[in-house]
């Protein structure tokens, strides 16, 4: 699973610009006294300037994870179709065992447990057979001339994906503030981790004021 930086739009100078438009005021370079605005913004949750900046990522994940990911309709998609396009030799998702995992409790009110060692292996077998009967199953339906868009739902939901996601600064962060959670799934906030690198790089005063009030929405 892997997030790859494709390009931004804007920076922390766009956040102060958008937020001085009312006033018909515009910094060519970001002074102390912008970042400080900034920070005012954040605090206040004033959201609209932070609508100004944008980054597009492109994101290889299972399937299950990307369904997560496009929950988020505030975020623009572009993924690989498996309805015009064969599979070839995908990647399928195997957990690795550290992050194998039982559930114990009722719906809604439920916790994970990590999984005895001792079935650790024999589970992850399970996941490849599964997959390399599935995978098998594909390619013969094709050879038989079925249809891709219809032989493509043999396929599960553990195997990988790609898309493009883009969103603004303001989606982004609300995007972290749900997907890195304690109670998100494991799998997408370790693509979130990845997201919130690459916010902090490209939006470092921003990114330092929105972890500084909270981590929240916007």
């Given at each position: 699973?892997?997030?790859?930086?494709?390009?931004?739009?804007?920076?922390?100078?766009?956040?102060?610009?958008?937020?001085?438009?009312?006033?018909?005021?515009?910094?060519?370079?970001?002074?102390?006294?912008?970042?400080?605005?900034?920070?005012?913004?954040?605090?206040?949750?004033?959201?609209?300037?932070?609508?100004?900046?944008?980054?597009?990522?492109?994101?290889?994940?299972?399937?299950?994870?990307?369904?997560?990911?496009?929950?988020?309709?505030?975020?623009?998609?572009?993924?690989?179709?498996?309805?015009?396009?064969?599979?070839?030799?995908?990647?399928?998702?195997?957990?690795?065992?550290?992050?194998?995992?039982?559930?114990?409790?009722?719906?809604?009110?439920?916790?994970?447990?990590?999984?005895?060692?001792?079935?650790?292996?024999?589970?992850?077998?399970?996941?490849?057979?599964?997959?390399?009967?599935?995978?098998?199953a594909?390619?013969?339906?094709?050879?038989?001339?079925?249809?891709?868009?219809?032989?493509?739902?043999?396929?599960?939901?553990?195997?990988?994906?790609?898309?493009?996601?883009?969103?603004?600064?303001?989606n982004?962060?609300?995007?972290?503030?749900?997907?890195?959670?304690e109670?998100?799934?494991?799998?997408?906030?370790?693509?979130?981790?990845?997201?919130?690198?690459?916010?902090?790089?490209?939006?470092?005063?921003?990114?330092?004021?929105?972890?500084?009030?909270?981590?929240?929405?916007?």
């Amino acid at each position: 699973m892997a997030v790859t930086y494709v390009d931004h739009m804007g920076s922390d100078l766009a956040v102060v610009n958008a937020a001085r438009a009312s006033f018909a005021q515009v910094s060519e370079e970001l002074s102390d006294k912008d970042v400080g605005l900034i920070g005012f913004l954040m605090r206040e949750r004033h959201a609209s300037p932070f609508e100004h900046a944008s980054m597009t990522v492109f994101v290889d994940a299972p399937i299950g994870v990307a369904r997560e990911w496009m929950r988020h309709r505030t975020q623009s998609f572009n993924e690989f179709s498996t309805r015009y396009a064969k599979v070839g030799e995908p990647t399928f998702y195997v957990p690795p065992p550290e992050a194998l995992r039982t559930q114990v409790g009722k719906p809604g009110a439920y916790h994970f447990e990590p999984l005895d060692e001792a079935q650790a292996e024999a589970v992850r077998e399970k996941f490849e057979a599964a997959y390399r009967a599935s995978l098998d199953a594909y390619h013969e339906l094709l050879e038989q001339g079925v249809a891709r868009e219809l032989a493509r739902n043999v396929l599960p939901l553990g195997m990988h994906t790609r898309f493009y996601a883009t969103a603004n600064l303001r989606n982004w962060l609300n995007f972290l503030s749900l997907r890195t959670a304690e109670n998100a799934l494991k799998e997408i906030r370790d693509e979130a981790a990845q997201v919130e690198a690459l916010i902090e790089q490209h939006f470092p005063h921003s990114y330092r004021f929105w972890v500084e009030y909270g981590r929240g929405s916007l």
